[in-house]
């Protein structure tokens, strides 16, 4: 038996979204046992979710967390499940596939890990061109199911409260408007200690809207990403110096990638070979963010006022996100 479960969608103004995904959420639940809560935590300062969720999905719990980011709305589903064995998250543009969460909780059964990550394969819900399907953007990783990770996504992801608890962990809400809280907080837990295991079996798939099948959006999320990833990498690395090898290394690594990537991108625009330029200007994109991630820098990708989202962290450290 799992104990309590508590699966928790984050929302942010996508109430045309959740009553097909509370519905499944709900029949899910019913799979393990006990059976698990599902918990909407709605980050809209509006509430604006508060009204489809009494009507479609009265079982389903309502929590209102107002303080914007996404970090703010991870903690209070933490909080919220502080009593509960196991807390799921799932993103609400995602749709879990039959099983998902007997496939989630029975990893960790068998595991007692900390925390167990599953695939997030896209589904596109408008054509994409033939440069935005080469650029690899929507390529989503697949492991065989045991593997250790050093880092997931927060879309799909289960965490033992006790576990979590204990290494004295939190999504760091200086990222809730930047993104890639979930990079470092899973990040982190493997740094404390803790242990990510991979299911292949337990797959969450995300709905691409037409607005993300853009060039423009693909290398934007490409620096971000990237910047995310390299900030958590220096934040963990320890004291100055490490921090400043391990910026030597990014800076190393990405001088030679974008000079084989800007190489191979003439290439393919020689060749009218669509894909391969694609691809290369994406990894342009993504070490040129890997390389400002370095030095603390990241493009506020979630802000809700005009002209934050060119906003930056500085000093190695990210700045509070109000």
Sequence with gaps: MVG????????YRRTDLLPQLLDELVAQARTIEPPAEVTVIDNDPSGSA?????????????VHEPRPGISAARNRALAEAADAD???????????????LA????????????????????????PASDWVLGSGAFDRRTLPTGTLVHGAGAGNLLLD??????????????LGLTGGEDTFFT????????????????????????????????LRRS???????????????????????????????????????????LAAVVRRDVGARARAVTTIAAYSGLVVGTFGFGPAEYARTPGAAAAATTSGEPRAAH
């Design 161 to 174: 409260v006790r576990q979590v608890r204990g290494l004295g962990l939190a999504f760091d809400e200086r």
């Design 223 to 265: 620096f971000r990403s990237a910047s995310s990833l390299s900030r958590t990498e220096v934040r963990l690395a320890g004291g100055p110096g490490a921090r400043w090898r391990t910026r030597a290394v990014v800076l190393a690594k990405a001088a030679v990638r974008v000079s084989l990537a800007a190489t191979g991108a």
């Design 50 to 62: 508060e009204e489809t969720v009494r009507r479609c999905a009265p079982d389903v719990r309502y």
């Design 4 to 11: 309590k479960t508590v699966v928790a969608v984050l929302t």
């Design 86 to 100: 196991l807390l799921v998250f799932i993103d609400d543009d995602e749709l879990p596939a039959d099983g998902w």
């Design 103 to 126: 496939a989630l909780t029975g990893a960790w059964q068998r595991w007692g890990c900390a925390a167990v990550a599953g695939p997030v394969p896209a589904r596109f819900t408008a």
């Design 187 to 218: 990040h982190e837990l493997v740094h404390r200690g803790g242990e990510i295991r991979w299911c292949d079996e337990a797959v969450a798939v995300e709905s691409v809207p037409a607005e993300r099948l853009t060039r423009s959006w693909v």
